[in-house]
Nanobody
């Protein structure tokens, strides 16, 4: 079992930056992949980015471009999503997720996302 808690959301002006953090507890964090998803009002949840268990594989949605980076620090059970050049359309609730399979080398939107955080609001104002 993995418990996930997101932090770092809030209100930011367009063009600004935010860093989201996902802190995990429970099962050995260092063995699972972690991803970020988002859901805007009236829209389906969409994949944003993911990082595999040892940080050697990452995956980003096309809309991210080079604006976001994802990293992890297994010593403190935390994955970070650094978001820069934020746009109005980045406004959404952002969710952290962890895979149910351990030591998966390749990570992406169709990985076995079995654990979810409660989500955190990110609002970008123009």
């Amino acid at each position: 079992q993995v418990q996930l808690v997101e932090s770092g959301g809030g209100l930011v002006q367009a063009g600004g930056s935010l860093r989201l953090a996902c802190v995990a507890s429970g099962r050995t964090f260092g063995s699972v992949g972690v991803g970020w998803f988002r859901q805007a009002p009236g829209k389906a949840r969409q994949f944003v980015a993911a990082i595999n268990w040892n940080g050697q594989d990452t995956n980003f949605a096309d809309f991210v471009g080079r604006r976001f980076t994802i990293s992890r620090d297994n010593s403190v059970n935390t994955v970070y999503l650094q978001m820069t050049s934020l746009k109005d359309e980045d406004t959404a609730v952002y969710y952290c997720a962890a895979t149910t399979r351990a030591y998966t080398a390749v990570i992406g939107p169709t990985s076995s996302w079995g654990y979810w955080g409660q989500g955190i609001q990110v609002t970008v104002s123009s």
